[in-house]
Nanobody
Framework: QVQLVESGGGLVQAGGSLRLSCVASGNLFSVNAMGWCRQAPGKPRELVAAITSDGSVNYADSVKGRFTISRDKNTVFLQMNSLKPEDTADYYC?????????????????WGQGTQVTVSS
């Protein structure tokens, strides 16, 4: 089992920045990919960014050039710059035993509880 705890969400004005953190614990040897997904009210969950254990990264087109995913040992970060109102959502940390499933199918073995991000216009 893997446990994920997110932090760093909040309220920010458009154009501002936030940094999300996700601390993973448990059987981390089984994890080959971690990432962030988000879900806005009335919309399906979507992948924001994913990073594999060998450093390969994927981003949603809507966040390329604005968001950066990184990983340091058991913590995954999502640096979000130039935030827009349409970035408002609940952000969830994910960890998967498969290398590419999270980036391709937006599914994962483990999920955090989520952290809310609200961007005001």
């Amino acid at each position: 089992q893997v446990q994920l705890v997110e932090s760093g969400g909040g309220l920010v004005q458009a154009g501002g920045s936030l940094r999300l953190s996700c601390v993973a614990s448990g059987n981390l040897f089984s994890v080959n990919a971690m990432g962030w997904c988000r879900q806005a009210p009335g919309k399906p969950r979507e992948l924001v960014a994913a990073i594999t254990s060998d450093g390969s990264v994927n981003y949603a087109d809507s966040v390329k050039g604005r968001f950066t995913i990184s990983r340091d040992k058991n913590t995954v970060f999502l640096q979000m710059n130039s935030l827009k109102p349409e970035d408002t959502a609940d952000y969830y940390c994910a960890a998967d035993r498969a290398r590419d499933r999270l980036a391709v199918t937006n599914t994962a073995d483990y999920w955090g509880q989520g952290t809310q991000v609200t961007v005001s216009s």
